[in-house]
């Protein structure tokens, strides 16, 4: 037997085949061999990202509401505006009146239309006053009101002096409570978003209450899970973030966008693909909130962004 196969070896044509099928058994071995050793040490990459993530987030105090696998699908994503008695839950603080005129006179040096003037609100609680004891009975900070007043003109102060250009006052939503659920056999994750009315001048003035608070120690930099909503009139923002994701010439690869310095505190700094917060804008032909309009008019501006940096690149 041996010299059978010792025999088809030396003959020249049975040589060529045995070494083709060899060479390339050795060569699928060496793939297999690459593929797992790459998958590995992906996995070990990932694992250590993952690993610094997790302390990122510690130290930056992110608290995860809930878990997206499996993925929230947007038949059990229910989004509303918040009333009492028919009336829309909203949150305004009032632009120092001084501050405001200043404003003003500055757009319409600028050439701005009547139409095209910041607008702000007055005063408006949750409760439809305007001396906002409710919030400091809410959150439990009784001096929220004399910080309110406070801060007011901080921020005041940051529009009228903006200086790379003047700050719109854009209709934003707030989120006055959060909950989630579980839905069918199969048990598949939903969420219950009520949303009150607010601006961004309000979004920056407790935005600025919050730094303050922060800065003091207050318990409102560590709340979690059980408490956070507690502080529902911090909550004066809500962004959807998105991840472009793509084949690139080293595999997947992810697009970033590069953030203007003045939204990132006066630097530069790159961020995630989309990332916008919903507006008064995004609502259906029937008036109802719709997260999916939020996410198209954000992908729209981020593609405008990176095809007119591709086209000048």
Request: aromatic residues 12%; charged residues 25%; contains cysteine.
């Given at each position: 037997?041996?010299?059978?196969?010792?025999?088809?070896?030396?003959?020249?044509?049975?040589?060529?085949?045995?070494?083709?099928?060899?060479?390339?058994?050795?060569?699928?071995?060496?793939?297999?061999?690459?593929?797992?050793?790459?998958?590995?040490?992906?996995?070990?990459?990932?694992?250590?990202?993952?690993?610094l993530?997790?302390?990122?987030?510690?130290?930056?105090?992110?608290?995860?509401?809930a878990n997206?696998?499996?993925?929230?699908?947007?038949?059990?994503?229910?989004?509303?505006?918040?009333?009492?008695?028919?009336?829309?839950?909203?949150?305004?603080?009032?632009?120092?009146v001084?501050?405001?005129?200043?404003?003003?006179?500055?757009?319409r040096?600028?050439?701005?239309?009547?139409?095209?003037?910041?607008?702000?609100?007055?005063?408006?609680?949750?409760?439809?006053?305007?001396?906002?004891?409710?919030?400091?009975?809410?959150?439990?900070?009784?001096?929220?009101?004399?910080?309110?007043?406070?801060?007011?003109?901080?921020?005041?102060?940051?529009?009228?002096?903006?200086?790379?250009?003047?700050?719109?006052?854009?209709?934003?939503?707030?989120?006055?409570?959060?909950?989630?659920?579980?839905f069918?056999?199969?048990?598949?994750?939903?969420?219950?978003?009520?949303?009150?009315?607010?601006?961004?001048y309000?979004?920056?003035?407790?935005?600025?209450?919050?730094?303050?608070?922060?800065?003091?120690?207050h318990?409102?930099?560590?709340?979690?899970?059980?408490?956070?909503?507690?502080?529902?009139?911090?909550?004066?923002?809500?962004?959807?973030?998105?991840?472009?994701?793509?084949?690139?010439?080293?595999?997947?690869e992810?697009?970033?966008?590069?953030?203007?310095?003045?939204?990132?505190?006066?630097?530069?700094?790159?961020?995630?693909?989309?990332?916008?917060?919903?507006?008064?804008?995004d609502?259906?032909?029937?008036?109802?909130?719709?997260?999916e309009?939020?996410?198209?008019?954000?992908?729209?501006?981020?593609?405008?962004?990176?095809?007119?940096?591709?086209?000048?690149?």
């Open positions: 037997m041996l010299d059978q196969v010792m025999g088809a070896v030396a003959n020249d044509a049975s040589s060529e085949l045995f070494f083709l099928l060899f060479g390339s058994f050795i060569l699928y071995v060496l793939q297999q061999s690459y593929r797992k050793v790459k998958n590995i040490r992906h996995r070990r990459r990932l694992r250590h990202e993952l690993s993530y997790k302390k990122r987030k510690d130290s930056i105090n992110v608290v995860d509401l997206g696998d499996p993925e929230f699908e947007k038949r059990n994503i229910f989004s509303r505006e918040v009333s009492i008695f028919g009336a829309h839950r909203s949150l305004f603080l009032s632009m120092p001084e501050i405001e005129e200043k404003i003003i006179s500055r757009e040096e600028a050439g701005y239309m009547d139409s095209q003037l910041s607008k702000f609100h007055a005063d408006t609680s949750f409760d439809g006053g305007s001396d906002f004891k409710d919030l400091a009975e809410l959150t439990g900070i009784i001096e929220l009101p004399c910080l309110i007043n406070k801060h007011k003109n901080i921020v005041g102060e940051e529009f009228l002096n903006a200086k790379e250009r003047l700050i719109f006052n854009g209709d934003k939503y707030g989120v006055f409570n959060l909950k989630f659920t579980r069918g056999d199969d048990e598949k994750p939903g969420v219950e978003i009520d949303f009150f009315k607010t601006d961004y309000t979004h920056r003035v407790f935005r600025s209450i919050y730094q303050e608070l922060k800065l003091n120690g318990p409102i930099a560590s709340a979690g899970l059980s408490d956070f909503l507690k502080y529902k009139p911090f909550l004066t923002s809500f962004g959807i973030n998105a991840l472009l994701i793509c084949e690139g010439g080293h595999g997947k992810i697009i970033l966008s590069k953030r203007s310095g003045r939204v990132q505190g006066g630097v530069q700094k790159y961020h995630i693909t989309m990332n916008e917060g919903l507006s008064q804008t609502k259906d032909p029937f008036g109802k909130v719709d997260l309009l939020c996410f198209k008019r954000g992908s729209s501006k981020s593609w405008e962004l990176m095809i007119n940096y591709i086209n000048t690149g």
